[in-house]
């Protein structure tokens, strides 16, 4: 009985606000971006020695790509800033990404460098340092109506 008032009183408070929802499609895109960059990550840095041993670069890579799906999906579903994707969206877009880029790049590279974390954990770990910027950013910056 509880849990069915929970529920009900959490879908007419929560769910139903329209941030919230936003989140949630930004949090849904982000699991998808994320999986896609750690896979690139993955096979660069443990394909190839060369990756191996300049795995900065490898992440940008990884980002960049994981970057131009997120701006299409979140372009499309999760903001619906319309069909067509706007060059001025897709800078401002590019500058907020610049900005995650360089917190996580500075995280990852000061966590594996100079406290000693093996890097899958780091990078997992500077993802989680950019997450609420990024969405805030592109809510209010990148997509605002």
Do not use: C
């Amino acid at each position: 009985m509880f849990l069915k008032f929970f529920l009900q009183l959490a879908n007419k408070l929560i769910l139903k606000q329209p941030n919230f929802r936003q989140f949630l499609k930004f949090s849904a895109v982000g699991v998808t971006n994320t999986a896609l960059d750690f896979i690139v990550y993955f096979l660069l840095t443990r394909g190839f020695v060369f990756w191996a041993d300049h795995y900065l670069l490898a992440h940008v890579i990884s980002f960049s790509l994981a970057v131009t799906n997120s701006f299409i999906w979140n372009s499309r579903w999760t903001f619906k800033a319309g069909r067509e994707l706007k060059l001025k969206r897709y800078w401002r877009f590019f500058a907020v990404s610049l900005i995650a880029l360089l917190l996580t790049q500075v995280t990852l590279g000061y966590l594996v460098g100079y406290v000693g974390v093996f890097d899958l954990f780091a990078k997992v770990m500077a993802i989680v340092v950019s997450v609420a910027v990024n969405f805030f950013a592109n809510r209010y910056f990148v997509f605002k109506n």
